[in-house]
Each structure stands twice: as structure tokens, then as C-alpha cells.
């Protein structure tokens, strides 16, 4: 590894097709007593179901185009953690390029208008990132 590298995992709250719930504080607590960053992707359990960084993990990695966008006419990634490692993204976005062009950033702002509506009767059964319980809305 290089100088000032840092390892990182990637995990998602729900695996896709089992289904199975991961636990993720244990991960996030298991990975940092490694010195491990843990980034979360969130696509399907979306920001409404798991908050990534209240269970422990570093970084979590949201999906603009479905979960927060809503109406699926954009193609967008949210990322969130730390303020220094949003920073150090943003430098590689300016760098690099991947930020989004002013019309996707409009069409997020008016998807962001109605998430709570939108994902309270779409999501149905919640359950809780840890797999510890399960809850019905409302």
C-alpha cells in the first residue's frame, strides 16, 4: 500500500436476492478495530430504512436516480460521510469530472421535495439494519 492509503469495505444493509439484513454496526466496529473504512451502499435500503453513518459505518453511498431523485429521470450517486472525506471527493470530482450538470441537479431538488411521502407507503415492512427487529409503518 501506499503512503497515506487506507483501506476500505464496501457492504450493502440488504443483500440482493437472499434478502439477509446486515448487521452493521458490528461491521463498522469490526472494520475500524482493523483500520478499516466501511462504506455502505445504500441503493436498496435507501436513506429512509438506513442511515449508515448513525449505525457506525464511514462512509454510506446513496442512489440518486432511485431512492432520492423518485421519478427514476436522472442518473445520480449521493455520498455522504465525514466532512474530510466529502472533501477529498469533491477534489477528485473537480479533477476528474462526475459531478452533475444543472438540469439532474434541479430534477434531485424536486425529487428531494417528497421523499417522506414517497417512500412511507412504498417501502412497507421496515426493519432495522441490524436484522435485530422488524416494525410496520404508521
Known amino acids: 500500500m501506499e503512503e497515506g492509503a487506507r483501506r476500505a469495505g464496501e457492504l450493502a444493509p440488504v ?13 463498522a466496529r469490526i472494520a ?19 442511515q449508515p453513518l448513525a449505525l457506525g459505518a464511514d462512509v454510506g453511498v446513496h442512489s440518486a436516480t432511485k431512492a432520492l431523485g423518485g421519478y427514476h429521470h ?6 455522504v460521510g465525514t466532512r474530510a ?11 476528474y469530472g462526475g459531478s452533475a450538470d444543472p438540469f439532474a441537479a434541479w430534477l434531485l431538488l424536486v425529487g428531494l ?7 412511507s407507503g ?14 410496520t409503518p404508521g
Open 113 to 119: 421535495q417528497t421523499p417522506g411521502l414517497r417512500w
Open 15 to 27: 443483500a440482493f436476492y437472499t434478502m439477509r439484513i446486515t448487521d452493521i454496526a458490528a461491521v
Open 74 to 79: 436522472l442518473v445520480l450517486e449521493a455520498i
Open 85 to 95: 472525506f466529502v472533501l477529498t471527493c469533491w477534489e477528485q470530482l473537480r479533477i
Open 32 to 50: 475500524r478495530e482493523a483500520g478499516v473504512l466501511t462504506m455502505v451502499e445504500n441503493t436498496f435500503a435507501t436513506p429512509y430504512n438506513t
Open 122 to 135: 412504498s417501502t412497507g415492512p421496515r426493519w432495522n439494519a441490524s436484522g435485530s427487529s422488524l416494525t
